[in-house]
């Protein structure tokens, strides 16, 4: 592996496009320690693949170290077709290396964060991603902020502040979302019904109990769950008979693997 990382480093220098695409993505492949200054220089290279497959090295890599300087590019090129990859389903890896990093990061990572989600260029689905990653954080400073959006949103504010105020373990939040996730659509109610789950706290359990009689699959799917996540076992009597008879083949595997983690966690 030391001699093909150095070969393909010496190779990088004089390629041209489609090969620095091939080469910065064999060099992420190898997951060597050593590429995050590589990797982290394709991420400003001319070439969109380039950049593409820089940063899809660097989340296969793992280090956090990557953290500061990849948000802080993507922060200062609002307009990088990274961003419109990351909100398709094809970006959910790289989303999801983000928020592992931020999780792992030092303070100055959500200093970063807070100060551009007060900054007026972001679209709204830039700001919905930068509350998200702040959620990772465990930085509570915004957290009241977030509450409020929460109140009065759009769909995909509430939707990412929801989230992070989960992460956030936000206990005010709790309680709006117990009185409210019953009249939520389905998709604003399994976020709910998460970051509850997350929060933890008296009266979850009550609250999601009930749930799993919804006429909504995705509701039920959710609340099974959200049931399993929180080691609720009143749900296990419930939850066996919905594994053998819902209508929906979903719920039933859903069921299924929610009663293993019950039943284990019982011992």
Known sequence: ??????????????????????????????????????????MNDENAKVRYVALSGLVKLG????????????????????????????????????????????????????????????DEGQRAFVVRLIGRTGDAELADTFLAMLHNGSDLMRASTAEALGYLKHLPALEYMKAQVHHEESAMREIMMRSM?????????????????????????????SLAELGDRRAVRKIMRMQRE???NLVRQVADEALKKLILSGH
């Open 63 to 122: 280090n956090p170290d990557a953290a500061y300087p990849v948000i802080r590019h993507l922060l200062a090129n609002l307009n990088s077709q990274l961003w419109h990859l990351l909100k398709l389903d094809l970006g959910m890896r790289l989303r999801n290396g983000l928020f592992q990093w931020v999780a792992l990061t030092e303070d100055h990572v959500a200093t970063m964060l807070k100060t551009a989600f007060h900054n007026p260029e972001l």
């Open 1 to 42: 592996m030391e001699q093909n990382f150095d070969e393909l480093l010496v190779r990088l220098q004089a390629a041209s496009p489609d090969e620095r695409y091939d080469l910065v993505k064999q060099i992420g492949d190898l997951r060597d320690r050593r590429a995050l200054d590589v990797l982290l220089d394709g």
């Open 246 to 248: 819902d209508e929906s």
């Open 197 to 225: 789950v997350l929060m933890g706290g008296d009266g979850v359990g009550d609250v999601l109990l009930p749930m799993l009689e919804s006429e909504d699959e995705w509701t039920r799917r959710a609340s099974i769950v």
